[in-house]
């Protein structure tokens, strides 16, 4: 009984602490919007992107995917150079940088908070991407589970986070409100939600300002029957 109280005000908190920090992350994206693509090219050597495009080129990636925190839409326009032909549908909670995007392997596009609500039918997509959104979210096992309803059996979750080993989420940099995870947290939480990890690459993803290299860990996971 006691655990269960437990439970349940931990799990308020953590809904109160996702709510501020989606504000504040909508409001940042929002303004940032018009000048991502240069910031993140020119001052921050972003990477991400490219890994995962290369990811899904390597699985020989068909069909109907979600990229979930899409942004200006970095990732599309990382498929079309390897050659990759998606039907892409952007959700992200930024409408401005929603607004940016231009590759036309987006067919859908929406405003949503992921942890909330992914507006596309159970199980109807081969698979979803998320490049540079987890350092936004605080309740993977959360996060794992929108993911695990949208994704076909035998569909493809592939995403990137900043690894830690402290057994926890922890932010790693609190004036931009970004997160780090615990690498063996995160596969546990997509074990639980029905997945099975394939495979795992780490690389420098992008310079954070007097931080210097940010590493991201990609994780390469499929929904089993
Ligand atoms: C670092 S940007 C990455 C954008 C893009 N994926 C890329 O690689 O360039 C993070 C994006 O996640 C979005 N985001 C953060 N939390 C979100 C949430 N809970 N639901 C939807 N979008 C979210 C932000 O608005 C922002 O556009």
């Not at 940042?28 to 910031?39: F, N």
């Not at 405003?111 to 540079?132: F, I, Q, W």
């Not at 402290?166 to 546990?188: A, I, K, N, Q, Y």
Request: glycine share 8%; aromatic share 8%; charged share 30%.
């Amino acid at each position: 009984m006691l655990v269960s109280v437990l439970d349940r005000s931990v799990e308020l908190d953590l809904r109160a602490h996702h709510k501020r920090l989606i504000r504040e992350c909508e409001a940042t994206y929002d303004e940032l919007a018009p000048d991502y693509d240069r910031h993140l090219r020119d001052e921050c050597d972003y990477r991400s992107p490219e890994h995962v495009a290369a990811e899904l080129a390597r699985l020989g990636a068909s069909g109907r995917w979600l990229d979930l925190g899409a942004g200006t839409g970095l990732v599309g326009e990382a498929l079309v150079d390897r050659g990759v032909d998606l039907c892409l549908v952007a959700i992200d909670v930024s409408a401005a940088m929603l607004a940016k995007i231009v590759c036309p392997l987006y067919a859908e596009r929406y405003h949503a908070d992921v942890l909330r609500h992914l507006p596309v039918e159970r199980h109807s997509c081969d698979g979803v991407v998320a490049a540079g959104l987890m350092e936004y979210i605080i309740d993977p096992a959360r996060f794992v589970r929108q993911v695990a309803r949208v994704v076909a059996s035998g569909g493809w979750f592939v995403f990137t986070f900043c690894p830690n080993n402290s057994g926890c989420v922890e932010p790693f940099d609190e004036e931009t409100d970004l997160h780090c995870h615990d690498g063996e947290l995160v596969e546990r939480c997509l074990e639980d939600a029905g997945f099975r990890i394939d495979g795992r690459e780490e690389f420098p993803a992008y310079v954070n300002g007097d931080q210097g290299w940010i590493d991201h860990r990609m994780l390469i996971a499929r929904r089993g029957s």
